[in-house]
Structures are given as C-alpha cells and as structure tokens.
C-alpha cells in the first residue's frame, strides 16, 4: 500500500520561509517522479515542482528562484524549500508520485497523492 505523507506546514509571515516533507512508502521511491502541486480555496490544483528519479528538477514560472525541490532517496522523502514567501503562495500543498521516466505537469498523470498540508502566508 502505498503512502505519501505531508509536513511542514504553517503559518507564515510574507517574506518568511518553510520547508515540506513528504514521506513516502510502499513504492520504489528512487524510481518514480515527486511532484508537490497547490490548491488555493475556488481554484484548481496547480503544479508546483517535480524532481524526476535522475534528479531533475522543473518548476512553475510563479516559483523560480524562490521554491527547490529536493530529495533524498535513503529516506524516500522530497522537500520543497520555500523562500520568499507571498500571500498568493497560501493553499494546501500536496505530494504525489509518478511511475513515468520523465517529469509531467498534469495532476492527472500522478500515481500517488497525499493528503495535503496546509500552508498559510500572512501580508
């Protein structure tokens, strides 16, 4: 059974910074893409980040330079830093996980998802 899970979510200054965690089990971590996408209240879920199982990386415009995905393939979890926190980055960010080689952007193509962690950025 498959199982991804969320941490590190909170409340946050705009400017501030957090960390997410997903903690992943019941799949061969090293060999699928990890993928951290964000719903806000009324909208759609959009993508955030990938890292594919090579380590590539890809990331939305509205993140670049702010947001970086990692992972760590010993401890089958993926991270995003966030840097330079915005109001606008406040949703629910989920973790999922993708068996195809290279990195895709509709949610639809993930496998696996979370259940998401809450991320609230104050003005």
């Known amino acids: 059974q498959v199982q991804l899970v969320e941490s590190g979510g909170g409340l946050v200054q705009a400017g501030g910074s957090l960390r997410l965690s997903c903690a992943a089990s019941?799949?061969?971590?090293?060999?699928?893409?990890m993928g951290w996408f964000r719903q806000a209240p009324g909208k759609e879920r959009e993508f955030v980040a990938a890292?594919?199982?090579?380590?590539?990386?890809y990331y939305t415009d509205s993140v670049k330079g702010r947001f970086t995905i990692s992972k760590d393939n010993a401890k089958n979890t993926v991270y995003l830093t966030m840097n330079s926190l915005k109001p606008e980055d406040t949703a629910v960010y989920y973790c999922?996980?993708?068996?195809?080689?290279?990195?895709?952007?509709?949610?639809?193509?993930?496998?696996?998802w979370g259940q998401g962690t809450q991320v609230t950025v104050s003005s």
């Open positions: 999922a996980a993708d068996s195809w080689g290279s990195i895709r952007i509709p949610a639809r193509e993930y496998d696996y």
């Open positions: 019941g799949l061969t971590f090293s060999s699928y893409t």
């Open positions: 890292i594919s199982w090579s380590g590539n990386t």
